[in-house]
């Protein structure tokens, strides 16, 4: 049966990402006001790369893709080690493959391709205890090696994100919580092991990762900053364009990491607590479509999608507060950065596949 | 199963941004007026603590570069567009009169400065102020207005041209860590050259800063964070500034483009490292850009440290390592005689001594002693060039000695393949002739020559010559070749016979109450005069220098000997007024 394209799609998740993603290229606009470069053009561009992405996923459908995931997996890492070896350095983190005129990021759509790996492997071994550490083991392991490369990057935050995700992925296939527990305390534990396996520099840079403040001219200048613009913005704003803070350069990578904090002073505690409202709905959304999603694989799918937006929106927000440690997490379908912008669209187009797949049975 | 968890999922998930909305309520609403109040005033200023760079003295402790604390008179663009354009006026009035400065030149960097930095970033207005001007600033009450003045580090080399090519100089740098994503970066300075930059890291230390809460007075409310600075480490080289400054200036005084090393040969620290034409480092601390024009554009390259990575023939000073080769591989004997009738034919060519008339029959050591062409064409034909070329490895020539400085260079030793490769030829027997009298294709650097004729200095040990003195980054390196000492002395015979033998081609070395033993070498070079050489070492028995003479276009090396007896001299009367002082 020939159905119409638009046909059976979940509009409210369609129109939760197209406001939040045009409200972020009004945002964009007055963080890059004072910029000569034309960040909004190529934010735009993105964009509809984005749009595009969704009629793609819709055509091979969220089954076909997950089919797929050890080839992307396979494609995915190799990339990661070609960067090891050959990446160039910008900002001082080898995370970038440059090509003519994009750069581009592959640990980005490595949490994508991971959420889908995971979820295809332990939909195909349904649970049963007996199987349950052995799957525990095998998981564990597809994710550290990835982890491990972009940790070397360095990029401790992505990292950290995979591993939330693996957590994400087994808890909701029904692991049993004391083995999730056990997990836990083996991180923990055989953390201060690593620890001295790093190099001093290595150190250095996880302690102010988790305190800003050892670092006055770097990471916390940044979260003062930060703070100021968020709470000089008060219950209304200062309004569009209008914010000192961000306008003036005080703050840096306002147009990417910090976004938050421009939309905080600008648009205030109305508009800055209204974007969270969006950012609920968008994520209770896609735990929905996890919820009444037909089969296993989707609802894992969806389930892992939901958390890495949950992660992003929270680790971004919160370290524009200074609630959280600095790591370079975009604020979702927001902050400037292809890369990020391309992987968020791919994941919701995953999520309308799963969503279509239901409303035809 | 999985539905309950994602139930779970969800309610963490309301939980979460509940502490998000909490913290954005009191951030936005509960403490508004405190953000707002920091947020108007920009209260905010950043004050950086650059950290001193290490120092580089000579072995005997004196300054060769040092950080000293120069004075920059600073505008922060948030403080003073905030006042009124009368006031800005008025401001900058005041600055004119007291720094001599024209008033639309100030004005005039502000403007262009202002564009490509924050404006909580202070900007340089003016450097160097000195006493007088500082005190007149602090009076004026101009710090009202963002102009403060601080005092940083600059670097200073006070000697100048006769050290600039060991020591380097330090210039703008990038930083490359990860954490300065967020953040200010500090104008942050890095080795450009020389010691300064193959020990950046250990000379750098790290710098500090301060974040600070002014109030509308400029006075410090409250400190919100700091880090202080860590001093980077100083280093001793093994360079004696003394000899030093006295092989620069045999240089200098006639023009004369080269090098001179002087290192001892049982440690391989190097005492001296002379190259000319020089460059002022100073000049590029100060950024005097018409001297820096003339410096990179200058077609002699002064910037080019020509004892390290200026590649040269060796000419005839190659000789005595040719002599050790005969002499292992039982070619000849220390009684082996060979005629010199002032020409020798291979193939259907003639190659000649310098001495047209030729020397007659003589022995290694006289062949040393008069340089004799033809002794070495025969020695070389009985070798070939894969002994010649195994022995010039064995001597380390034709790779990096291995010395703490940046852009050494490795030379070249010619091989059969290497021939084959490059010019698609095959090896010719005159080119044998060539290579045995250190001509041709062979190109070596002064300190590699130095190095090589350590060898023969101290009987057989080829070292990696170093010229750090303190503190240790690596320990001796120290290897014995396997030559028999007494070939090593029959050639040592020789290389003395340079010096005493009444018509040894360095004569004029003779000194009194020291015995010295030298080689002297004429490289021609295509087109143009030929390099002159002269290498050797004193005393005799006990070698304390070996030292290496290279002058670009010197022409014959017979003439340029007197250079070397006064090296020699200038030594001598250095260790002695050193052993007075003791």
Same mark, same amino acid.
């Given at each position: 049966?020939?159905?119409?394209?638009?046909?059976?799609?979940?509009?409210?998740?369609?129109?939760?990402?197209?406001?939040?993603?045009?409200?972020?290229?009004?945002?964009? #606009?007055?963080?890059?006001?004072?910029?000569?470069?034309?960040?909004?053009?190529?934010?735009?561009?993105?964009?509809?790369?984005?749009?595009?992405?969704?009629?793609?996923?819709?055509?091979?459908?969220?089954?076909?893709?997950?089919?797929?995931?050890? +080839?992307?997996?396979?494609?995915?890492?190799?990339?990661?080690?070609?960067?090891?070896?050959?990446?160039?350095?910008?900002?001082?983190?080898?995370?970038?493959?440059?090509?003519?005129?994009?750069?581009?990021?592959?640990?980005?759509?490595?949490?994508?391709?991971?959420?889908?790996?995971?979820?295809?492997?332990?939909?195909?071994?349904?649970?049963?205890?007996?199987?349950?550490? #052995?799957?525990?083991?095998?998981?564990?392991?597809?994710?550290?090696?990835?982890?491990?490369?972009?940790?070397?990057?360095?990029?401790?935050?992505?990292?950290?994100?995979?591993?939330?995700?693996?957590?994400?992925?087994?808890?909701?296939?029904?692991?049993?919580?004391?083995?999730?527990?056990?997990?836990?305390?083996?991180?923990?534990?055989?953390?201060?092991?690593?620890?001295?396996?790093?190099?001093?520099?290595?150190?250095?840079?996880?302690?102010?990762?988790?305190?800003?403040?050892?670092?006055?001219?770097?990471?916390?200048?940044?979260?003062?900053?930060?703070?100021?613009?968020?709470?000089?913005?008060?219950?209304?704003?200062?309004?569009?364009?209008?914010?000192?803070?961000?306008?003036?350069?005080? +703050?840096?990578?306002?147009?990417?990491?910090?976004?938050?904090?421009?939309?905080?002073?600008?648009?205030?505690?109305?508009?800055?607590?209204?974007?969270?409202?969006?950012?609920?709905?968008?994520?209770?959304?896609?735990?929905?479509?996890?919820?009444?999603?037909?089969?296993?694989?989707?609802?894992?799918?969806?389930?892992?999608?939901?958390?890495?937006?949950?992660?992003?929106?929270?680790?971004?927000?919160?370290?524009?507060?200074?609630?959280?440690?600095?790591?370079?997490?975009?604020?979702?379908?927001?902050?400037?950065?292809?890369?990020?912008?391309?992987?968020?669209?791919?994941?919701?187009?995953?999520?309308?596949?799963?969503?279509?797949?239901?409303?035809?049975? | 199963?999985?539905?309950?968890?994602?139930?779970?999922?969800?309610?963490?998930?309301?939980?979460?941004?509940?502490? %998000?909305?909490?913290?954005?309520?009191?951030?936005?609403?509960?403490? @508004?007026?405190?953000?707002?109040?920091?947020?108007?005033?920009?209260?905010?200023?950043?004050?950086?603590?650059?950290?001193?760079?290490?120092?580089?003295?000579?072995?005997?402790?004196?300054?060769?570069?040092?950080?000293?604390?120069?004075?920059?008179?600073?505008?922060?663009?948030?403080?003073?567009?905030?006042?009124?354009?009368?006031?800005?006026?008025?401001?900058?009035?005041?600055?004119?009169?007291?720094?001599?400065?024209?008033?639309?030149?100030? !004005?005039?960097?502000?403007?262009?400065? !202002?564009?490509?930095?924050?404006?909580?970033?202070?900007?340089?207005?003016?450097?160097?102020?000195?006493?007088?001007?500082?005190?007149?600033?602090?009076?004026?009450?101009?710090?009202?207005?963002?102009?403060?003045?601080?005092?940083?580090?600059?670097?200073?080399?006070?000697?100048?041209?006769?050290?600039?090519?060991?020591?380097?100089?330090?210039?703008?740098?990038? !930083?490359?860590?990860?954490?300065?994503?967020?953040?200010?970066?500090?104008?942050?300075?890095?080795?450009?050259?020389?010691?300064?930059?193959?020990?950046?890291?250990?000379?750098?230390?790290?710098?500090? /800063?301060?974040?600070?809460?002014?109030?509308?007075? &400029?006075?410090?409310?409250?400190?919100?964070?700091?880090?202080?600075?860590?001093?980077?480490?100083?280093? @001793?080289?093994?360079?004696?500034?003394?000899?030093?400054?006295?092989?620069?200036?045999?240089?200098?005084?006639?023009?004369?483009?080269?090098?001179?090393?002087?290192?001892?040969?049982?440690?391989?620290?190097?005492?001296?490292? &002379?190259?000319?034409?020089?460059?002022?480092?100073?000049?590029?601390?100060?950024?005097?850009?018409?001297?820096?024009?003339?410096?990179?554009?200058?077609?002699?390259?002064? %910037?080019?440290?020509?004892?390290?990575?200026?590649?040269?023939?060796?000419?005839?000073?190659?000789?005595?390592?040719?002599?050790?080769?005969?002499?292992?591989?039982?070619?000849?004997?220390?009684?082996?005689?060979? @005629?010199?009738?002032?020409?020798?034919?291979?193939?259907?060519?003639?190659?000649?001594?310098?001495?047209?008339?030729?020397?007659?029959?003589?022995?290694?050591?006289?062949?040393?002693?008069?340089?004799?062409?033809?002794?070495?064409?025969?020695?070389?034909?009985?070798?070939?060039?894969?002994?010649?070329?195994?022995?010039?490895?064995?001597?380390?020539?034709?790779?990096?000695?291995?010395?703490? %400085?940046?852009?050494?260079?490795?030379?070249?030793?010619?091989?059969?393949?290497?021939?084959?490769?490059?010019?698609?030829?095959?090896? @010719?027997? /005159?080119?044998?002739?060539?290579?045995?009298?250190?001509?041709?294709?062979?190109?070596?650097?002064?300190?590699?020559?130095?190095?090589?004729?350590?060898?023969?200095?101290?009987?057989?040990?080829?070292?990696?010559?170093?010229?750090?003195?303190?503190?240790?980054?690596?320990?001796?390196?120290?290897?014995?070749?396997?030559?028999?000492?007494?070939?090593?002395?029959?050639?040592?015979?020789?290389?003395?016979?340079?010096?005493?033998?009444?018509?040894?081609?360095?004569?004029?070395?003779?000194?009194?109450?020291?015995?010295?033993?030298?080689?002297?070498?004429? &490289?021609?070079?295509?087109?143009?005069? &030929?390099?002159?050489?002269?290498?050797?070492?004193?005393?005799?028995?006990?070698?304390?220098?070996?030292?290496?003479?290279?002058?670009?276009?010197?022409?014959?090396?017979?003439?340029?000997?007197?250079?070397?007896?006064?090296?020699?001299?200038?030594?001598?009367?250095?260790?002695?007024?050193?052993?007075?002082?003791?």
């Amino acid at each position: 049966m020939k159905t119409h394209f638009l046909h059976r799609l979940d509009f409210p998740l369609i129109f939760i990402s197209l406001l939040i993603s045009s409200l972020g290229l009004i945002f964009l #606009k007055s963080a890059t006001y004072t910029c000569s470069s034309d960040y909004l053009s190529k934010q735009m561009i993105w964009l509809s790369l984005g749009i595009l992405s969704w009629v793609v996923i819709l055509k091979i459908g969220y089954q076909q893709l997950a089919e797929f995931s050890p +080839l992307l997996y396979l494609i995915n890492l190799s990339l990661l080690l070609f960067l090891l070896f050959a990446g160039s350095p910008k900002l001082g983190a080898q995370r970038w493959l440059h090509f003519k005129f994009i750069t581009f990021q592959p640990s980005e759509f490595f949490k994508v391709v991971l959420i889908l790996f995971l979820s295809r492997h332990l939909s195909l071994s349904p649970y049963y205890s007996a199987k349950e550490l #052995k799957e525990l083991l095998v998981c564990a392991g597809f994710t550290l090696v990835p982890m491990l490369l972009i940790v070397k990057q360095p990029d401790l935050g992505t990292s950290l994100v995979l591993g939330f995700l693996f957590l994400l992925i087994i808890y909701l296939w029904g692991i049993r919580i004391k083995y999730l527990i056990f997990l836990i305390l083996t991180a923990l534990i055989s953390s201060p092991l690593l620890w001295h396996l790093l190099k001093e520099y290595q150190k250095k840079r996880l302690l102010i990762f988790l305190n800003p403040h050892l670092d006055p001219l770097g990471a916390g200048y940044t979260v003062i900053q930060s703070k100021i613009a968020i709470g000089s913005g008060g219950m209304w704003g200062k309004g569009w364009l209008a914010g000192t803070q961000s306008q003036l350069n005080f +703050l840096p990578e306002h147009h990417t990491d910090f976004i938050f904090s421009v939309i905080g002073e600008e648009w205030g505690f109305v508009g800055a607590g209204f974007l969270l409202l969006l950012y609920l709905f968008l994520i209770l959304r896609a735990i929905r479509i996890a919820k009444l999603s037909k089969d296993e694989e989707g609802r894992l799918i969806a389930g892992g999608i939901a958390g890495m937006f949950l992660l992003h929106i929270f680790i971004n927000v919160g370290m524009s507060m200074g609630i959280m440690p600095i790591t370079g997490l975009p604020l979702l379908l927001i902050s400037y950065g292809g890369s990020s912008l391309l992987t968020t669209f791919c994941a919701i187009g995953i999520l309308l596949s799963i969503d279509r797949a239901r409303r035809f049975d | 199963m999985s539905i309950t968890r994602l139930r779970i999922f969800s309610f963490s998930t309301v939980v979460l941004f509940t502490i %998000l909305f909490f913290s954005l309520w009191n951030l936005q609403v509960n403490h @508004y007026s405190y953000y707002k109040q920091l947020s108007d005033k920009n209260c905010i200023r950043l004050l950086p603590l650059p950290a001193a760079r290490g120092s580089i003295y000579d072995r005997k402790g004196r300054v060769l570069a040092e950080d000293r604390p120069l004075f920059i008179l600073t505008l922060i663009p948030q403080e003073f567009f905030a006042q009124k354009r009368e006031v800005r006026e008025w401001v900058l009035t005041r600055l004119s009169e007291i720094t001599g400065v024209c008033k639309e030149e100030i !004005r005039d960097r502000i403007e262009r400065k !202002r564009r490509i930095t924050p404006p909580f970033v202070p900007l340089v207005i003016l450097k160097g102020l000195n006493r007088k001007e500082i005190s007149a600033v602090e009076e004026s009450g101009l710090n009202l207005y963002g102009i403060s003045i601080q005092v940083i580090p600059e670097r200073y080399y006070p000697y100048g041209e006769i050290s600039a090519h060991i020591i380097g100089y330090v210039g703008r740098g990038e !930083r490359e860590e990860e954490e300065r994503r967020y953040g200010y970066q500090l104008p942050y300075r890095v080795g450009k050259a020389g010691i300064e930059r193959s020990m950046d890291e250990y000379l750098r230390g790290e710098d500090g /800063g301060e974040e600070v809460e002014v109030d509308h007075l &400029a006075r410090e409310v409250r400190r919100l964070g700091v880090k202080y600075p860590r001093k980077g480490g100083d280093i @001793y080289l093994t360079i004696d500034i003394d000899l030093q400054k006295v092989c620069y200036q045999l240089l200098a005084k006639e023009r004369l483009k080269g090098a001179i090393v002087v290192l001892q040969p049982f440690t391989g620290e190097i005492l001296a490292m &002379a190259s000319y034409p020089s460059f002022n480092p100073n000049d590029f601390i100060e950024g005097a850009t018409e001297k820096i024009r003339q410096v990179l554009t200058s077609p002699s390259s002064p %910037l080019l440290n020509r004892a390290i990575s200026g590649i040269y023939s060796p000419g005839s000073t190659f000789k005595p390592l040719v002599a050790i080769a005969g002499l292992e591989k039982k070619k000849i004997f220390a009684n082996t005689y060979f @005629y010199c009738a002032g020409r020798y034919r291979i193939g259907n060519r003639f190659f000649y001594c310098w001495k047209r008339d030729g020397h007659h029959w003589l022995d290694v050591r006289k062949a040393l002693a008069y340089s004799c062409n033809v002794f070495f064409y025969k020695l070389g034909e009985r070798l070939g060039v894969d002994t010649l070329r195994n022995f010039c490895l064995l001597f380390g020539l034709g790779e990096k000695t291995g010395v703490e %400085l940046p852009g050494e260079k490795k030379g070249l030793i010619p091989s059969r393949e290497w021939k084959y490769f490059k010019k698609k030829e095959e090896w @010719y027997k /005159g080119e044998t002739a060539h290579f045995a009298i250190g001509q041709g294709y062979l190109l070596t650097t002064p300190l590699q020559m130095a190095r090589a004729i350590s060898v023969i200095a101290n009987k057989g040990y080829l070292f990696t010559p170093t010229i750090i003195l303190k503190p240790k980054f690596r320990s001796l390196l120290l290897k014995k070749l396997k030559l028999s000492s007494k070939n090593i002395e029959i050639v040592r015979q020789g290389m003395q016979a340079v010096v005493e033998d009444p018509y040894g081609t360095a004569h004029s070395l003779m000194i009194r109450d020291m015995r010295v033993a030298a080689k002297t070498g004429t &490289a021609q070079v295509k087109g143009k005069e &030929a390099n002159s050489w002269i290498v050797g070492f004193c005393p005799f028995e006990h070698p304390q220098i070996v030292f290496v003479i290279l002058i670009e276009q010197g022409g014959v090396s017979t003439h340029r000997v007197g250079i070397a007896r006064e090296l020699i001299e200038s030594w001598k009367r250095l260790v002695k007024t050193e052993k007075g002082n003791k």
